[in-house]
């Protein structure tokens, strides 16, 4: 048993163990992370031809924010910046096409 008196050598023994436990909660992060951004982008695709708004919000900058999020745990304001800004860009680029003209009155 070790004296609570001596936390240097305790922390030294518990080192090596908490480093594994670390490292294991990172690659689960990371793994999430992927998966969550993959789903999202080809969800976005799928969706591309029938629904050009829901596309814009799955293909944009909003999986990296979320990504950022679930991997690093943090976000940062730019980050909801970048986001807004890219989704207003993206509706007005993707303008619904014009409804047929009606056939000329013989």
């Known amino acids: 048993m070790l004296d609570p008196q001596q936390p240097d050598v305790a922390l030294k023994v518990l080192e090596p163990q908490l ?3 670390h490292k294991g909660r990172i690659m689960a992060r990371l793994v999430a992370g992927t998966v969550f951004a993959i789903g999202m982008l080809g969800a976005g695709m799928y969706v591309a031809k029938d629904s050009w708004w829901l596309s814009i919000l799955l293909c944009g900058p909003s999986p990296l924010a979320l990504v950022k ?3 690093l745990r943090r976000s940062d304001p730019a980050d909801m ?3 807004s800004v890219a989704t207003r860009r993206g509706k007005n680029a993707a ?3 014009a409804p047929p003209a009606p056939p000329p009155d013989i």
Do not use: F
Request: charged share 25%; aromatic share 0%; hydrophobic share 35%.
């Open 19 to 21: 480093r594994r436990e």
């Open 69 to 71: 999020i679930c991997v």
């Open 81 to 83: 910046h970048a986001v």
């Open 95 to 97: 303008q619904p096409p």
